[in-house]
């Protein structure tokens, strides 16, 4: 067999375990947040965390966020670097690695074990890194909000950025993305108006503007968190 059908197959492989969830469960119905308010011990943070500091703040901001409200409350966050958010208490970090079967099963693994998912902070819907169904951080993305629907987790964003996109189909990626989420958290007015166009559906879309989380962070609390 040509190494081109090995990589054919090997690429196609996460979507078939989406399809296999798919078929195991039923998903018609959108969990409440309503419902898991007061049960939810662990979140799961995905996002592009561990490749610049700007990103890496955001998630920190976050976590100090919830923690001034629950203290015990636990994280699990992806990183693309390891040794990322090292040394902070109740946060479990892994490598995500979307390449490989083992880092896909790790990613629905890390998802299943969520009571919450937020997906973001930052710039998720873009393209100028790659688009498509799989690639680049609009692909991470749809994969995210794709189990969190299957596995009927409770999903928000945010904040996130929306920017423009190059195609059709990406527009129509972005869509899918923004319509999973309870509730859709953007950081700026034209994200916000962005996004309403994507979903086609103006104003009466749940779609709120706020604050960069960032903007609120004390830069000398990360030794608290630990």
Not at 37 to 59: C, P, T
Not at 158 to 177: M, Q, T, Y
Request: charged share 20%; proline share 4%.
């Amino acid at each position: 067999i040509s190494s081109g059908c090995y990589a054919l197959v090997y690429r196609g492989l996460p979507f078939c375990f989406v399809l296999f969830f798919i078929s195991c469960r039923r998903y018609s119905t959108k969990p409440s947040c309503r419902s898991v308010r007061n049960v939810v011990k662990r979140i799961g943070l995905f996002g592009a965390f561990g490749f610049n500091r700007g990103d890496d703040a955001l998630a920190l901001s976050l976590i100090e966020g919830f923690r001034h409200r629950r203290r015990n409350i636990e994280f699990i966050v992806p990183v693309l670097k390891p040794g990322a958010f090292g040394g902070l208490s109740n946060v479990q970090t892994f490598l995500l690695d979307r390449g490989s079967l083992h880092g896909a099963l790790r990613l629905i693994k890390a998802i299943a074990a969520a009571d919450a998912v937020i997906l973001g902070a930052g710039s998720i819907i873009q393209d100028k890194l790659g688009g498509g169904y799989f690639r680049g951080t609009l692909g991470y993305s749809c994969t995210v909000a794709t189990l969190c629907r299957i596995l009927r987790k409770p999903s928000v964003t945010g904040p996130i950025g929306v920017d423009a996109l190059s195609s059709k189909r990406n527009e129509i990626i972005a869509r899918w993305i923004l319509s999973q989420p309870q509730r859709v958290f953007v950081r700026d007015n034209l994200s916000a108006m962005i996004a309403n166009a994507f979903l086609n559906v103006g104003a009466r879309r749940r779609v709120t503007v706020m604050c960069d989380p960032v903007f609120g962070w004390d830069m000398d609390s990360r030794s608290r968190l630990s």
